[in-house]
Every structure is written in structure tokens, then in C-alpha cells.
């Protein structure tokens, strides 16, 4: 594969995840939101930081 291939290829695959995350209902894009939070502290490399999850489910 070339560049201009994997280029291409990268920008199919945006549209692709920006389409899916359009249909999303309300809910499922904080569903979303919650699981980006549970990971970020789960893997936060600053263990003192406070990383807040929302309690929503």
C-alpha cells in the first residue's frame, strides 16, 4: 500500500466512525463519554491527579 492509499484508506474509515457516531442516540453518546472517563482513570500516568467519572449508570 502505498501512501496515497493509506491516506485514503484513513479517511474512509474517519467518515465511517463519524457516521456511526452520528446515529448514536443521546444516551449512548454519554454511555460513550463515561466509558472515555473510566478509562482515562484507569490509565491516567499521574496517579494524584482526580480524574471524575460521571454516575449516570
Do not use: C, G, H
Not at 21 to 31: G, P, R, T, V, W
Amino acid at each position: 500500500m502505498n501512501e496515497e492509499e493509506y491516506i485514503e484508506t484513513i479517511k474512509k474509515a474517519k467518515q465511517a466512525m463519524k457516521k456511526e457516531l452520528i446515529a448514536l442516540s443521546f444516551e449512548e453518546k454519554i454511555q460513550r463519554v463515561v466509558e472515555m472517563q473510566k478509562f482515562s482513570r484507569d490509565f491516567k500516568k499521574d496517579k494524584d491527579k482526580v480524574i471524575y467519572v460521571w454516575d449516570l449508570i
